[in-house]
Every structure is written in structure tokens, then in C-alpha cells.
């Protein structure tokens, strides 16, 4: 069983940064794609970046703003986040879909609060 481990999250002033670190137990390889999804209280779960056979997509709401990245020697991939607003707050959660499996992985999620 694959696990995965956020890292990252905390509070931060409006305007500030945080990178938030997505630790997978085995190789992530296999893992295409990989993303982040937040979830603000009394909203759905939303896509907010995510990165296929190295092409990245994000949510427009952070465009401009978030950067995906992955390194499959470590493992990991993460998400930069610059500028932030206070409508980011939310828990992040990353996710993998293993090719090989087929299986979709969770992690427990990591969460973000923008406040001053």
C-alpha cells in the first residue's frame, strides 16, 4: 500500500509564500499524473495544480500565483505557493494515479490558512 505524506502547511500573512512537500513511500515513477486539490470548509474538493508526463496544469484561481513541480529521486512533489490570499485557506491534498495499478492514492492532507 502506497502512502503519501504532506508536509508544508501552516499559517501565513497575506501576501506570503509557502511550499508544500507531497512524500510518496516508494517510487513515484510509476505515478502519472500527480496533483495537489484543496478543500475550503463548506466547499468541494477542487483540482489546483497538477502535473501529466511533465505538462502542468493549474486551477486559474492560482495561475501565475502556484508552481508543481516533482522529483522522482525523492519521491516527492510540491507545490510553491506565492502571493497567497486569504481564500486560499483550505487543507491540501496531494494525489497520485499509479499507471501500473491503476490505483488513485490520497494523502491525509496538509492545511493552509492565509489570515493576518
Known amino acids: 500500500q502506497v502512502q503519501l505524506v504532506e508536509s508544508g502547511g501552516g499559517l501565513v500573512q497575506p501576501g506570503g509564500s509557502l511550499r508544500l512537500s507531497c512524500a510518496a513511500s516508494r517510487s513515484i515513477l510509476s505515478f502519472n499524473p500527480m496533483g495537489w486539490y484543496r478543500q475550503a470548509p463548506g466547499k468541494e474538493r477542487e483540482l489546483v495544480a497538477g502535473?501529466?508526463?511533465?505538462?502542468?496544469n493549474y486551477a486559474a484561481s492560482v495561475k501565475g500565483r502556484f508552481l508543481i513541480s516533482r522529483d522522482n529521486a525523492k519521491n516527492t512533489v510540491y507545490l510553491q505557493m506565492n502571493s497567497l490570499k486569504p481564500e486560499d485557506t483550505a487543507v491540501y491534498y496531494c494525489?497520485?494515479?499509479?499507471?501500473?495499478?491503476?490505483?488513485?492514492?490520497w494523502g491525509k492532507g496538509t492545511l493552509v490558512t492565509v489570515s493576518s
Open positions: 494525489n497520485a494515479r499509479d499507471l501500473v495499478s491503476r490505483t488513485n492514492y
Open positions: 502535473i501529466t508526463s511533465g505538462i502542468t
